[in-house]
């Protein structure tokens, strides 16, 4: 007898309308950005995290708001809000990095950043070139405002320090240019670190910090006072103050304070220059070392 003949036939399994064949269901869903992009969820994500990369640069690559969205992330799956929330904690997330970079900068960036990703979006559809046009002048307008932006507040910046120096050096700063180099020294052999950083402008302190090899201003005078011992006497103090144009240059390479074993090493040369009034007192305005 035939076996073949006595096995029944397989019928084909019914499948309720909608149910994916079984194969797929051993795979699982397949991933598909047009169903990501349609969705309220994927489309706010993703638009987020768009708007939190064409942010990121304008606001010096700060890491703090991306730390905060991954912070709030956290929280909501320790907290299990993940299911209340229905899958919208991950667009939150995104949503929080991108108001804590929009804080840290200013409404120029972000309509330089908007422009620039109207640009990408036209590029992504050429040759339909009209919203590339449109996102291209975009940029030039927010480009150009945002860079007038940014040169008033480095020029406010500017302003602000120098009327901040101004009040330090009218209270740190000599009466005599004579007097500067010496006031430096002592300063150092007493371990002064606001009498010695107040007396110099940002650019001598930035040298100064330099020829110490350290990373601040009151490392390098703990530095200067080690390599000195004791603080100088005045008669050791005999370096020369020349005037040259608005300035007045004292080598500190050429006292004795400066030769081993009174003091080494060599101080440097100094550029003494004049505060503006109404305190018109001096201070040091360039350092060299020797």
């Given at each position: 007898?035939?076996?073949?003949?006595?096995?029944?036939?397989?019928?084909?399994?019914?499948?309720?309308?909608?149910e994916?064949?079984?194969?797929e269901?051993?795979?699982?869903?397949?991933?598909?950005?047009?169903?990501?992009?349609?969705?309220?969820?994927?489309?706010?994500?993703l638009?987020?995290?768009?708007?939190?990369?064409?942010?990121?640069?304008?606001?010096?690559?700060?890491?703090?708001?991306?730390?905060?969205?991954?912070?709030?992330?956290?929280?909501?799956?320790?907290?299990?809000?993940?299911?209340?929330?229905?899958?919208?904690?991950?667009?939150?997330?995104?949503?929080?990095?991108?108001?804590?970079?929009?804080?840290?900068?200013?409404?120029?960036?972000?309509?330089?950043?908007?422009?620039?990703?109207?640009?990408?979006?036209?590029?992504?559809?050429?040759?339909?070139?009209?919203?590339?046009?449109?996102?291209?002048?975009?940029?030039?307008?927010?480009?150009a405002?945002?860079?007038?932006?940014?040169?008033?507040t480095?020029?406010?910046?500017?302003?602000?320090?120098?009327a901040?120096?101004?009040?330090?050096?009218?209270?740190?700063?000599?009466?005599?240019?004579?007097?500067?180099?010496?006031?430096?020294?002592?300063?150092?052999?007493?371990?002064?670190?606001?009498?010695?950083?107040?007396l110099?402008?940002?650019?001598?302190r930035?040298?100064?910090?330099?020829?110490?090899?350290t990373?601040?201003?009151?490392?390098?005078?703990?530095?200067?006072?080690?390599?000195a011992?004791?603080?100088?006497?005045?008669?050791?103090?005999?370096?020369?103050?020349?005037?040259?144009g608005?300035?007045?240059?004292?080598?500190?390479?050429?006292?004795?304070?400066?030769?081993?074993?009174?003091?080494?090493p060599?101080?440097?040369?100094?550029?003494?220059?004049?505060?503006?009034?109404?305190?018109?007192?001096?201070?040091?305005?360039?350092?060299?070392?020797?």
């Amino acid at each position: 007898m035939d076996e073949r003949r006595d096995t029944p036939a397989r019928l084909p399994v019914a499948r309720t309308p909608g149910e994916p064949p079984p194969a797929e269901r051993r795979r699982g869903p397949r991933f598909s950005w047009r169903a990501l992009v349609r969705s309220p969820r994927g489309a706010v994500g993703l638009a987020a995290l768009a708007a939190a990369l064409l942010l990121w640069p304008f606001s010096g690559l700060s890491w703090i708001p991306w730390l905060a969205g991954l912070g709030a992330l956290l929280v909501l799956r320790i907290l299990r809000l993940e299911g209340p929330l229905r899958g919208w904690d991950l667009p939150l997330a995104a949503v929080i990095v991108v108001v804590g970079l929009m804080l840290s900068t200013g409404p120029w960036a972000w309509a330089f950043a908007a422009s620039i990703g109207v640009l990408l979006a036209g590029l992504a559809q050429l040759p339909w070139w009209r919203l590339a046009a449109v996102g291209a002048v975009l940029c030039l307008i927010t480009g150009a405002g945002f860079g007038f932006a940014n040169w008033q507040t480095r020029e406010q910046a500017a302003r602000e320090h120098a009327a901040t120096s101004e009040r330090t050096f009218a209270v740190m700063g000599e009466r005599k240019p004579e007097r500067v180099l010496g006031a430096l020294l002592e300063g150092i052999g007493q371990g002064d670190v606001v009498g010695v950083c107040g007396l110099m402008d940002e650019q001598a302190r930035a040298a100064f910090v330099q020829a110490a090899k350290t990373a601040s201003c009151a490392d390098a005078v703990l530095a200067f006072r080690q390599a000195a011992g004791a603080p100088p006497r005045s008669e050791r103090l005999d370096a020369t103050v020349v005037p040259v144009g608005g300035a007045w240059l004292a080598d500190g390479c050429r006292t004795a304070w400066a030769q081993a074993p009174l003091g080494g090493p060599a101080l440097g040369r100094l550029e003494v220059r004049k505060s503006a009034p109404p305190g018109e007192t001096y201070f040091i305005a360039a350092f060299a070392a020797c």
